[in-house]
């Protein structure tokens, strides 16, 4: 069997204008491929999401690698911004351009040919799945969370998950992630009685009362880190009356908050502190205050041991550098994979994902395919 380029696997999926939710026909061409390679393949669709789980091997293998990622991409911008087009996967001088080239096409790309060139020429003994969403940069309700339910409904499951996010700053091979800080928002509304500025006793300001609340927040230290967590960070990302009037106070005011939080803490007990400071500011000034607050996913860690040892050593083999294990930046979808089994991430150089011009060196696509593929074969060794 020929070798899968997963250069031009990536140029294709790129020509998917597969702007989250929409499919794009992203999904369809990986389906046919993994077909056509022997996975058997599945359509997981949900809430107007489209999912597709496969596997080569036997439901139920003693042995199971899986792989996730996901072919949706966060929104073009400006299209005339844009030196080639943003679907064009256009190669120039060694670099192809494109929106996804990054985030994740050229990862999906390099594990699905790793994962097909593998399958064609040693079998397993066992199974390799691959979990691939459209839904990831949307609101991730019907992406990897319905796969992983439908994997338990028909007793799917992976033992180890590699997601195949793009985790090095600046240099390819140079940091894996093996876990992620929790991401938590707070919105925030302060109630008061609208009046003239010039008789502020007929009123009830409700702005002091927020902006104590939002000193108490942010001034707070939550922690200084753990062994593996950067100390958690709460941040004040919006601040609004709606108020145009300089002689009117306000009748409401809104605020807020965004938290990433390390393993001292969860969502629960967060938010209970969130309640508890603005109970405390609302007795003060007595004026209501309300809060809604959304868990965007919870901290968590999957300890260095086997699978960090197995992705440091082929990425080290393919590119002489070991990896640093971190668990900074964002969320993934590794936050709902932790829940199934152990999961690690390594993918490409991240520097120009969601900008206008998003790019990749296709060599790190031809690198990226070789570290998965060595990653497979070690681990069925």
């Known amino acids: ?7 031009q696997l990536t140029a294709e999926l790129i020509q998917c204008p597969s702007v989250t939710p929409i499919e794009g026909g992203a999904l369809v061409l990986l389906e046919n491929a993994l077909n056509a390679a022997g996975f058997e393949c599945t359509r997981v669709d949900q809430g107007g999401v489209c999912n597709l789980f496969a596997r080569f091997g036997d439901k139920g293998a003693a042995k199971t690698f899986g792989f996730n990622g996901h072919t949706d991409v ?7 911004a844009w030196t080639h087009g943003p ?7 060694g670099i192809m351009y494109g929106r996804g080239t990054t985030d994740m096409k050229s990862g999906v790309a390099a594990f699905a040919a790793a994962a097909m060139d593998f399958v064609a020429a040693t079998p397993p003994d066992g199974a390799v799945i691959l979990a691939v969403t459209g839904d990831e940069e949307g609101d991730a309700i019907d992406g990897t969370t319905a796969l992983l339910e ?6 799917e499951k992976m033992d180890v998950c ?20 929790g991401s938590m928002t707070a919105w925030i509304e302060v109630t008061g009685k609208q009046g003239h500025s010039a008789y502020p006793h007929r009123a009830k300001n409700p702005l002091p009362a927020l902006v104590r609340l939002m000193d108490r927040l942010a001034s707070h230290e939550l922690d200084q880190g753990t062994n593996h967590f950067d100390a958690s960070t709460l941040a004040v990302v919006t601040i609004d009356t709606g108020n145009p009037a300089t002689n009117v106070i306000p009748a409401s005011c809104r605020a807020a908050v965004n938290i990433r939080f390390n393993d ?17 500011v609302a007795d003060e000034f007595g004026t209501p205050i309300e809060m809604k607050i959304k868990i965007s996913g919870e901290s968590f860690l999957t300890p260095p041991g086997a699978l960090s040892d197995l992705i440091a050593k082929s990425v080290e083999a393919e590119t002489g550098i070991k990896p640093e294990l971190s668990t900074s930046g964002g969320t993934s979808d590794a936050r709902f994979v932790k829940d199934h089994c152990p999961v690690v991430e390594f993918g490409l150089v991240g520097k120009t994902m969601h900008q206008v011009d998003e790019n990749v060196p296709v060599e790190q696509i031809n690198q990226l395919k070789s570290i998965y593929g060595r990653i497979l074969k070690d681990y069925f060794a």
Request: net charge negative; charged share 25%.
């Open 150 to 155: 439908y994997m338990a409904r028909e007793g």
């Open 74 to 80: 966060v929104p073009i911008g400006d299209e005339a």
């Open 162 to 181: 590699l997601v195949g996010e793009p985790t090095c700053p600046n240099m390819m091979g140079e940091m894996m992630k093996i876990g992620r800080r």
């Open 264 to 280: 001292l803490h969860s969502g629960a007990s967060l938010s209970d502190w969130l309640r508890a400071e603005a109970d405390k």
């Open 87 to 93: 679907f064009s996967a256009k190669v120039v001088d």
């Open 1 to 7: 069997m020929t070798p899968i380029d997963p250069v």
